[in-house]
């Protein structure tokens, strides 16, 4: 099992005013050019960051990449990078700058992207989650997460899941899009899909509750079947 990076606090003050990457965050250029063709989203949350890229137009599923990361001097280690799945566990030194309120920018070696923000609006769904727990037979299955886990993180009104194995850098799948979560009612509007792109556009509606500080979520899966799973706090599952 990885250790886990050092968690850490993010405040880049200005002033009085302190600014968060917790949230949501579209691409908007490259090494000074707009981006026209692709449709690129990531989210921030719990020292956690998942990013999932679409054909503009088409739905296409293009990639997915992720892991965790620090802030006090701004560092990724990925978890899955269907990109380059070469660098999974490598840490990358980066430069992350806020240019305003709504806009970061980051610097690598291979240029310089700025990102947008799309929404910080919080709700109880908010975090990191792992799956733990699912539903067989009237039977609840416990699962713990190693190498091979089923994440899904939520902030910022998006929600991306991904299953992968870090340790043989396979990549089982991902989903994201726009959700709420409000009176006991989980509500998906799928943006990208990477088994199936013509999904795209579907919506699907769920019960939750926090008990206990997990996510319990029932419904039916895309597919019409019944599900019942529980999702633990990323954080909280690699510490037992």
Do not use: C
């Not at 792992?130 to 009237?138: A, C, K, M, P």
């Not at 089923?150 to 299953?163: E, H, M, N, P, Y």
Request: proline share 2%; net charge negative; aromatic share 12%.
């Amino acid at each position: 099992m990885k250790r886990l990076l050092i968690l850490s606090v993010l405040l880049f003050t200005t002033g009085v005013f302190a600014q968060t990457l917790e949230g949501s965050w579209k691409l908007v250029e490259k090494n000074g050019s707009s981006i026209t063709k692709e449709e690129v989203v990531r989210i921030y949350q719990d020292n956690y960051f998942a990013e999932g890229a679409k054909k503009t137009g088409t739905n296409a599923f293009l990639w997915a990449l992720g892991g965790e990361y620090t802030t006090d001097d701004y560092s990724e280690m990925m978890d899955f990078n269907t990109k380059s799945p070469e660098k999974i566990g490598e840490v990358s030194n980066l430069k992350l700058s806020f240019a305003g309120d709504q806009k970061i920018i980051i610097n690598s070696e291979k240029g310089s992207e700025t990102w947008e923000r799309i929404s910080d609006s919080e709700n109880a769904l908010n975090g990191n989650w792992v799956i733990t727990g699912r539903e067989r037979n009237g039977e609840m299955n416990k699962m713990k997460p190693g190498d091979r886990r089923t994440i899904k993180i939520l902030s910022g009104d998006r929600f991306q899941w991904v299953a992968f194995n870090s340790a043989t850098r396979d990549f089982m799948g991902t989903g994201g899009g726009t959700y709420s979560a409000e009176n006991g009612k989980y509500i998906e509007q799928i943006e990208f899909f990477s088994r199936d792109d013509s999904r795209v556009g579907a919506k699907l509606n769920f019960n939750f509750e926090v008990k206990d500080g997990e996510w319990h979520h029932s419904g039916k899966s895309s597919k019409g079947d019944p599900i019942y799973e529980i999702w633990s706090p990323y954080a909280d599952a690699y510490s037992k």
